[in-house]
């Protein structure tokens, strides 16, 4: 039985205040998908995937000692290179946005069982210097490990809109999403740039699965559980624009909070979902 | 270098800059080009004319690289080009401005002309292109900020036609610029491909509107069913049954 | 091919006995399971892969029908036979409501719907989670006694789920053969040409989606009994509708028996790991197996294995083959295909009902208006396509429209044929104004059209293309009269020796000619072309003006959209200029090319 109950003003405002976190980390794991559909027009499911491995190894790598920011710097390059290797296998064979969804639906699978297979289905839980770490600003309590997701996730939103907007690659990236015979009519080379960003949106993905396994707890089917949230996030955010799902991540984070406060976590769920029907049936020109 | 910025002839004028071979084009399933051969002189403003349906949009593609040509060849500036990868079209010298324009309309227009622009070797230039093009088309100065879909059928083709010139061509191809726009309009665009020519880029337009493509070039061509049926200056050609066939279906004798 | 459905039967009875042969519950289990997913992938198609809208929300149904059932019996203690037919009632009224709302919206198609159906599935789980419902702790069922149908309990669901994917097969078969299956693949394959050659595609999408629906229900009502103990955390997820894609798209969407082969496939698969206790290496393989299907066998292990055993090209039903040319057999080969009618296809268009039509409109009266259009204006973002067009159209004439690109004359088609709707001014054909009607209605009233870019339905046979216009525009409603109509009409046309070929076999001019033969057999009175003989050789054309006299000749009034002049010459009553949206001139071809202001438009500056 779910009964409103209003919460006390400190209550609420830690529960904003997670939610904006949390909703970092929508935002940081719904950019790479969504650059991907929108400037390349494949739905990548394996993102998920991706970024639970990259948590995966980020884990592993901390059980050996190396501190998990540090193991970006091998993670990152990594993943770039599967990603690009991933594209490289679509493009190849002309796969349409819809094929792309359920071929890397697949690879989920695939991944899944890898990661089953290497970790078991237990429950894995990243231990490092940052767990425990956390510090208080008046009344609200700031965990350094959630802290490191929001400013990763503002930085390389913010990075990533400067990209697109700014320079030339991000200008050729954005014209030919729209246009790519016209682009290349203008010397854009549509092909390796394509490569480029796929395995840029693979590193993405990876940089927030290790921010996931700073903050989570970790179990191979937990994949698919954010697949939804993530989606709305997208979609909400609009497709190919980089500070969107931030924004729609924070929203979506943020009102689950608060639903929750006010009534119970179970609840939670359906705020970020009848946003995500209400621009679907509304804007659907918007989304696609 | 010209006072407008852009690229100087490469060759002395009245050498061949564009040499088309029997080329074929096979447009989907169907064939739209039969053995096309025709010549650009360097400096040249020439002209394409012919009915709809008859491939001169075959024909623009083809030469700016968005088409595969099936069989016979293109040699520019004495190179081969006829299997180059499309995206080298531009680098060689070769720029189009689209039928129906083909902006990037969730861009902006500067952005757009940036995008003219983009090879490094055109790069360099921007500044100065992109003055050179204002100076051309004073009216988009104000528009430069403003999204490229939200401009009129005129102003888009100006871009266009901007975005081209940002890329330093040797040789402009135009496909229809006349498409859908106002009378008034075509002539100012007109006015300025003469403009473009005069200051040494090679022009290759392809129109339906047949005066204003003859009053502007010193040679044409005139292509029907994939094929080029004649070939001439423009006086000559409009004196000719041909034309008046083609486009008005009745006899001069009567 | 009716030996189907018996032969569906005929299996299911036979399965029937199953239980008789005392296997180990173990094995009622798990072929319980595969026809559960049979049911499930079976009917997920009927909406999915018919109609090419792909559904992530095939979970809420199933989900919905379990919950039905639990509630009425943990709650309200229904015998649990009689729960089936409200689970499947429920998860219909549930789909058919989503429906009703969804297919209105016109830019709702492909990964939109998608998403859409998907977050339906979280929306509805967590709903149910938070209620009464489930509450979070789920729903036990074990206090329910189980129905005595087979000799043990285990069978009992086995028979069920055998009865239910008997009757789903015999529907997604049944609907594959039927005029509506053929309007649901003309959907997938072309929505907007679907929706102006007289498929009434909102009603259809939503009866597809409703038996859909309501089958998964119907499985998720026994489903729940089954599981004696039911959670939502289980159902409403993304793995049901995620399974069922997979099956469906393995097996082969475009063919009704395509799920079931690859339910049967996935299911097999994943036991066979499971027993061997790799059911984590199963989940890779199966995986595998999908990235295989999806780079190699984009259409499914079905269509392949038809191709290998040489069962035909793709026609509507995947399994039909269309009729033989003719009774007699004549060779129709070299000869003017336009010279001497063959005696069925001279039958055919000398039926009552063309002769009735034809007589009724030979009028040869010059002033007897079939269709007047008055103030039409079309506009796109700002820009003007029809400002104002006023124009009358003649019973029996030949009015071809000209003008310089751009000026208006395919719009006006469009907006006449319903493809687009005009934002002002009256479209009165026969004393119907169909200006602000539905497309499928248009072309019920007796109009079709031709499109300058031929858009013919790319994964039916030419036959079955022109056997869809006649189903649909021409109110024929059996399948194989259809196809016999439309044998005639490709003979009309020429196209007979290519009656079976996929439209990307034929070269431009055959295509074009189809584009003729699907708008002719509706049986129209206006038919509207549009730039028909664009990228014809001179030969072709020649062709293509002689059928077009026989067209008229028949009895149907013609506005074509052209270029070519010596067609317009040639075939032309009177025609209509064109210039910027508006009507410029109007009258006899020879006198109107003549006018200064014409010449001007065309050529751009006067001519003396």
Known sequence: ?288 | MHESGMAPAARAAGDILLEVRDLRVAYGAAPALWGVSLDVRAGELLCVVGPNGAGKTTLINTLAGLLRAGGGQMTFDGRDITQLAPHRFCAMGIAIVPEGRRLFTRMSVRENLELGSYLPAAKAYRTRSLDAALALFPALEEKLPQLAGELSGGQQQMVAVARALMARPRLLLLDEPSLGLSPLIVVDVFAAIRRINADGVSVLLVEQNVAMAMAVSSRAYVLEEGRIVAAGTPDDLLARPEIQRAYLGVRDDA | MKRTPWLIVGAGVLLAFVPQLGLPAFYDSLLYLMLSWIVLATSWNILSGYTGYFSFGHGAFFGAGIYTTSTLLARFEWPFLWTLPMAALVAATLGVALGAVVFRVKGVRGEVFALLTLAITFVIGTIIVNTPLDGGQGVSLSAVPVPHIGPTQSSTFYLLALAAATLTLLIAWAIAASRFGAGLFAIHDDEDAAEVMGVPTYRYKLTAFGISCALAGAAGGIHALFLSYVTSGEVFTIAVPLTVVLMSVLGGTRHWAGPAVGAVAITALLYAFTAADHAVAGKAVSGGVLIAAILFMPEGILPRLQGWFGRGRATLTGAAQPPSASASGSAVGDASPFAVPHPDVAAVLTSPAVAAFASASRHAVPADVLLRVRGLHKSFKGVRALAGVDVDVRRGEILGLLGPNGSGKSTFINVVSGHYVANAGEIVFEGRDLARTAAHRIAGAGISRTYQIPRPFARSSVLDNVALATLFGGGVHDLRAARRQAMAWLEFTGLQDKASARPDELNLHQRKFLELARALASRPRLVLLDEVLCGLTPSEIDDAVALIRRIREQGSTIVFVEHVMRAVMALTDRIAVFHHGELLAEGLAADVMQRPDVMTAYLGRPYA
């Open chain 1, 1 to 288: 039985m779910s009964a409103f109950t209003l919460p006390s003003a400190s209550l609420l405002a830690q529960s904003i205040l997670s939610g904006i976190f949390v909703g970092a980390l929508y935002g940081l794991m719904g950019l790479g998908l969504s650059l991907s559909w929108g400037l390349l027009r494949l739905i990548n499911l394996a993102h998920f995937a991706f970024a639970f491995l990259a948590a995966y190894l980020c884990y592993q790598l901390a059980t050996m000692g190396v501190d998990p920011l540090l193991s970006l710097a091998v993670i990152v390059p990594a993943f770039f290179a599967v990603g690009g290797a991933l594209h490289w296998v679509m493009a190849r064979f002309a796969v349409t946005p819809l094929n792309s969804l359920l071929l890397t639906f697949g690879l989920m699978g695939i991944v899944e069982a890898l990661i089953q297979s290497i970790w078991t289905a237990d429950f894995r839980k990243l231990e490092s210097g940052y767990s425990a770490l956390k510090f208080k600003i008046g009344v609200l309590y700031v965990p350094i490990p959630e802290l490191i997701t929001l400013v990763l996730a503002v930085a390389i939103s913010v990075g990533v809109w400067a990209l697109l907007r700014f320079t030339n690659l991000g200008k050729a990236l954005r014209a030919a999403a729209e246009d790519a015979p016209i682009a290349s009519a203008f010397g854009v080379n549509q092909k390796m740039n394509a490569l480029l960003l796929a395995g840029t949106c693979s590193a993405l993905a990876a940089i927030a699965g290790v921010c996931l396994a700073l903050s989570f707890t970790l179990a191979p089917s937990q994949m698919y559980a954010w697949i939804g949230v993530v989606f709305a996030t997208v979609m909400l955010g609009g497709l190919g624009r980089a500070l969107g799902p931030l924004l729609a991540g924070t929203l979506i984070g943020v009102s689950e909070a608060v639903t929750m406060a006010v009534t119970a976590p179970s609840w939670a769920p359906i705020v970020s979902f009848t946003l995500l029907i209400a621009v679907l049936v509304l804007r659907p020109g918007k989304a696609a």
